[in-house]
Structures are given as C-alpha cells and as structure tokens.
C-alpha cells in the first residue's frame, strides 16, 4: 500500500502540482492544507503517513506545525519543502524533519526523498537511446512482490527522441523525461 501524504502549501498552484506529481508516482495524496494550523487539523482527522511541509505560510509557519504535528503524531514524518536551501536552515529542521527538499531541486529530489522516508527503494539502471546513443543512469522504484515489467515511453534529453524502454516499475529519477 502506497504511504499516505498530506501536502501543506499556502500556494493552491503548488499544491495542486504536487498532488499531480506524487499521484503520477504512485503516491497517494490523503489531503492538503494551506498554513500550518490547518495542517495539524488534517493530522489529527486524515493520519497521513507523511506530511509534506511548505516553512514560510501564514497563520502558522512550517516550523510551528511541525514541532506540534510531532508532539500529536510522532510517527507521522515531515518532509520540508520550501524555497530556503542555504545549510543552516537545513539543519534547522533536523529536529523534527525527516527529509528536506529545496523547491529549487524538487523536480530531482522530491521523489527519492519521499521513497526514502516512506522506505520505498530504488534500483539504478544504465538505459542508452536508440537513436543517438547516449547511455545514462535511471533509477526505478523497487516494489516489494512486484514481478511485472511495464513499459514507459521517455524522451532523450539530449535529441529529444522518444523510446520505450521496459522497467519492472516507474522510472523515478534519471535525465531522461518520463
């Protein structure tokens, strides 16, 4: 079963991309909250395996949710996502986060980060395109008991061809656009 995350931004925009986002990778978003105060209204009513924190929102910050989020709900992780990234505010919220993506780097990190919180792992492997044979590395989700293999359309970044390439589960990170 897919862990169940709740999106906190004050921006409808960046919830609402979020949401498509993690849908598309096989997350499931049990809700959104737009300040931190309504964040840890959703904690306690939807449970949600991971909280997915914007810091900078009114009424409540992100830091002020998260130290109360923990205290009510100490195994709910938190993911800080924002557009701080300097190494002290990093470190800042060690205490109560459980991972931290800069807004900046989301489209790479955002996605192995939430899989590391949630304990989904990846494998690396090394695709190359057919049509100007350039080889890069993709890291694909590792599902525990799946023994399929899907096939996904991607685009080269580099000639910008499009290719199928079969995987035993989504690609999650990599050069290539899914």
Not at 57 to 76: C, D, H, K, L, W
Not at 159 to 169: L, M, Q
Request: hydrophobic residues 40%.
């Amino acid at each position: 079963m897919p862990p169940r995350i709740l999106i906190v931004d004050d921006h409808h925009a960046a919830r609402t991309t979020l949401r498509e986002l993690l849908d598309w990778h096989s997350f499931q978003v049990c809700g959104d909250a737009q300040n931190g105060k309504e964040a840890i209204e959703k904690v306690m009513e939807l449970k949600p395996d991971i909280v997915l924190l914007d810091i900078n929102m009114p009424v409540m910050n992100g830091m002020q949710a998260a130290f109360e989020i923990r205290r009510i709900a100490p195994s709910t992780k938190i993911v800080f996502l924002t557009v701080h990234d300097s190494p002290g505010f990093k470190v800042g919220t060690k205490p109560w986060g459980h991972g931290f993506v800069s807004k900046s780097a989301a489209g790479t990190d955002l996605i192995p980060t939430l899989q590391r919180v949630a304990g989904i792992t990846a494998n690396e492997m090394t695709i190359e395109c057919p049509h100007c044979k350039v080889r890069q590395n993709i890291h694909v989700a590792v599902s525990p008991g799946v023994t399929r293999k899907e096939r996904q359309y991607i685009s080269c970044v580099n000639c910008r061809s499009e290719f199928d390439v079969e995987v035993p589960d989504k690609i999650v990170a990599g050069p290539f656009t899914a």
